[in-house]
């Protein structure tokens, strides 16, 4: 069964019609890159998957249940969003840390809130703070942060603060992570760093969707690569097939474009 | 120099009642403030525009007309033992509350969205995202204006003299007009001064203590 499958989705900025029916489908442990010209509609599909924009019409499954339904939207609360938008780690193209705590701090904050709503939370409280603290070390660790716990935003390079921003999402164990252009902000040297650490959530077999502009990281990383061009999906398959065979003209015109 | 004690004694009277004015104002002044800047953002027009309306009213006329009318207004209108005291608390406080709501106003809507998404999409409720990510930011952002506001204030006190309140200003004019002397005046100047520097020394620790992160 699907991990994920998008249905339909449409989506108007007033009278623009930034999605027009776009359908796809993902498997568990698959990575999917986005690629596109810009203002295809790249973002705002992603953030249409996890509710930052509201879908006009279409569905959004999750392991075989609706989540997301044009139609009854209106009647979904906001503490019903909330939960559903756990199921997907976020990232920014501008991190979006929050500068007032330490890179520690920063991935802790979410599930140390979010325990709070667990019953056993006020027995428990030393020991669940403790793990959740282990894990967040160990998710910065392995993302090359090991020295920089303590260190502000402010005090990080782009690089470094998106690999937090990155940690900040997984440390809430997301079944799927949604990358928006995750290295688009960062200087050519640095992207390397955050790409590395993508690969290894893709090699551990993390279900991703990535945005992206790096068509040689899209190439590398995903199972599947799915063009848009103008708001619908004009092609998609292997990126063996994308890349070296593309078939309709708006995605030659395109790779031709960005030729590596 | 049993004139300086008695003087002196006079305007530390003054005192008394000059940070009455200031203390009570801000107390009163700071939550309203805050009310009346997210009634400003309200998404609801017939909140929005009303105290849009107030903010400009209060904000376009002076805080001396403002007191006289408060101060005057009732014994006009026939209403008989309105507190003289009462009336320019009243006064103060919706005066310090507009600008104030502008200040708090300014600060929220600086605080750019990708905080309050980056909050959503940890999901994180709308309270917890106010509390634990965005007001720190703000209070660290309107920490300077607010400063100049409490300065203002602590000066403004003195417009309370011409509704007969007897704060500094008023004793050091009685002084001067009972003792025939000039000087009174410029001492009632040394009390100002002190309590500007004392605010400004505490704002500047604030602005220290809030300086450990930038953005
Ligand atoms: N909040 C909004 N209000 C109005 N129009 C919007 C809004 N967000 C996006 N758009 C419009 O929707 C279209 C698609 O935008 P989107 O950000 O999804 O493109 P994109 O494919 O991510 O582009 P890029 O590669 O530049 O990031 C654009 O024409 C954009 O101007
Ligand atoms: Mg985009």
Known sequence: ?260 | MQLFTKVTMSLLEGLGTTLKIFSLTLIMALPLGLLISLGSMSKFKVIKYPVKTLIWIIRGTPLMLQLIVFGLGPGLLGIRGMNMFVAVIIAFVLNYACYFAEIFRGGIESIPKGQYEAGAVLGLTKTQVFFKVVLLQVIKRIIPPMGNEFLTLVKDTSLANTIMIYEITWNAKRMMNSEHILWPLFYSGVFYLALCGILTLIFNHLEKKLDYYKG
């Open chain 1, 1 to 260: 069964m699907a991990i994920l499958e998008v249905k339909n989705i449409k989506k108007n900025f007033g009278k623009t019609e930034v999605l027009k029916d776009v359908s796809f489908k993902m498997e568990k442990g698959e990575v999917v890159s986005i690629i596109g010209s810009s203002g295809s509609g790249k973002t705002t599909l992603l953030r249409c998957i996890n509710f930052l924009e509201k879908a006009d019409k279409g569905q959004i499954v999750l392991n075989g249940e609706v989540i997301f339904d044009g139609e009854e939207h209106k009647k979904m609360s906001n503490e019903e969003i909330r939960k559903k938008q756990l199921n997907f780690g976020f990232v920014f193209q501008s991190f979006n840390l929050f500068p007032q705590y330490s890179a520690l701090e920063n991935v802790t904050l979410a599930p140390k809130l979010l325990a709070k709503e667990r019953e056993d939370f006020k027995q428990n409280k030393a020991e669940i703070y403790r793990e959740i603290e282990e894990n967040a070390k160990r998710l910065l660790n392995s993302a090359g942060l090991g020295e920089k716990y303590d260190s502000y935003p402010c005090q990080l390079s782009g690089g470094q603060q998106q690999r937090v921003a990155i940690c900040r999402a997984l440390a809430l164990n997301p079944e799927i992570m949604l990358f928006d252009e995750p290295t688009s902000a960062l200087d050519p040297e640095i992207t390397n760093e955050v790409l590395k650490v993508i690969k290894s959530l893709a090699d551990d077999n993390m279900t991703m969707i990535i945005v992206t502009h790096e068509m040689a990281f899209a190439r590398g990383v995903s199972d599947r690569v799915i063009f848009m061009d103008n708001g619908v999906i004009a092609e998609e398959g292997k990126p063996e097939e994308i890349f070296t065979n593309p078939k309709s003209k708006r995605l030659q015109e395109f790779l031709s474009n960005v030729r590596m």
